[in-house]
């Protein structure tokens, strides 16, 4: 069963960016299988960017152009190299525009609290070893806006968010 976690960092615009970074770093520990991984800013005009961890467009690309290949197959050396473009072009624009993972809507809808001093980071994890995936992320900061843990495990993971966590006055100093 796939887990969801998302955390707001009050007055710590990289927050984010450096607890996905750790939880790459998991990852290569096989602590924790990342689905989707999504770092919400807003910028000084209001505009919320949405920064996806896969690069939906290059791996569309990629299917793409194998099947175009594939198909071109049929049509001789020309066929290849059309097919090949085509499929690549086509695959890149399906990818752009597919929603993998965490629905960006959704994203969006929670993301309303994200000021431009903050940052948000959205996980779907496919599994996790709960209490190393916690205890790495001790002292990381930020505030759970929603999870699909267990209430137990979701007060343990926001206690240790929160130990040893910069205050909103030194995250300003």
């Not at 290569?28 to 896969?54: F, P």
């Not at 473009?85 to 929603?99: E, F, I, N, P, V």
Request: net charge negative; hydrophobic share 45%.
């Amino acid at each position: 069963m796939k887990t969801l976690i998302a955390v707001i960092y009050k007055h710590q615009p990289d927050a984010a960016a450096k607890t996905l970074d750790r939880l790459r770093d998991l990852e290569e520990e096989y602590l924790i299988d990342l689905h989707d991984a999504v770092v919400v800013r807003r910028n000084d005009k209001g505009k919320l960017t949405l920064m996806q961890s896969v690069n939906l467009a290059s791996s569309g690309a990629w299917t793409g152009s194998f099947w175009g290949i594939l198909i071109g197959m049929f049509f001789g050396p020309l066929g290849w190299a059309v097919g090949g473009l085509a499929g690549a072009g086509l695959g890149a624009l399906s990818g752009y525009l597919s929603d993998y993972g965490i629905n960006d809507d959704f994203i969006r809808t929670l993301s309303e609290e994200v000021e431009p001093c903050c940052s948000a980071l959205f996980v779907l994890a496919r599994s996790m070893t709960t209490d190393k995936v916690i205890a790495a992320l001790e002292g990381a900061g930020g505030h759970l806006i929603k999870t699909s843990l267990p209430t137990d495990i979701e007060t343990r993971l926001q206690q240790a968010l929160q130990a040893g966590a910069p205050t909103a006055e030194e995250a300003h100093a």
